[in-house]
C-alpha cells in the first residue's frame, strides 16, 4: 500500500501564498505520476496540477502562471506552490498518486487538506 501524507493547508488572504506538500510512504514502487486535485463544496473534484517522474507537468488552466508544482524523487514528496491565491481557490486539496503495477494502474489519495482563501 502507499500513503500519502499531506501538509501545508490553512487560512491566507487574497493574494496570499501556501505551499502544500505531500510526502508518500510504503509500497512506492513505480509512481509515475503525483499530483494534486481539488474539491470545493457542491462541486466535482478536479485536477490542479500533475507532474511526471521526468519532470513533466500540467497544469489546469485556472490555476497557469499562479501555482507550481515541483517533486523530489529522493524525498517521495511533491509540492505545490500556491501564489496570488484568490476566493475560488478555497477547496480541501488531495494528493494523488499514480502507480502501475504490472499492467494495470492503481490511484492513491491523501486524506485531504484544506485551504481557505478569505479576507
Known amino acids: 500500500q502507499v500513503q500519502l501524507v499531506e501538509s501545508g493547508g490553512g487560512l491566507v488572504q487574497p493574494g496570499g501564498s501556501l505551499r502544500l506538500s505531500c510526502a508518500a510512504s510504503?509500497?512506492?514502487?513505480?509512481?509515475?505520476?503525483m499530483g494534486w486535485y481539488r474539491q470545493a463544496p457542491g462541486k466535482q473534484r478536479e485536477l490542479v496540477a500533475g507532474?511526471?517522474?521526468?519532470?513533466?507537468?500540467n497544469y489546469a488552466d485556472s490555476v497557469k502562471g499562479r501555482f507550481t508544482i515541483s517533486r523530489d524523487n529522493a524525498k517521495n514528496t511533491v509540492y505545490l506552490q500556491m501564489n496570488s491565491l484568490k476566493p475560488e481557490d478555497t477547496a480541501v486539496y488531495y494528493c494523488?498518486?499514480?502507480?502501475?503495477?504490472?499492467?494495470?494502474?492503481?490511484?492513491?489519495w491523501g486524506q485531504g487538506t484544506q485551504v481557505t482563501v478569505s479576507s
Open positions: 494523488n498518486a499514480v502507480q502501475g503495477v504490472l499492467d494495470d494502474e492503481y490511484d492513491h
Open positions: 510504503g509500497s512506492i514502487f513505480n509512481i509515475y505520476v
Open positions: 507532474i511526471t517522474k521526468s519532470g513533466s507537468t
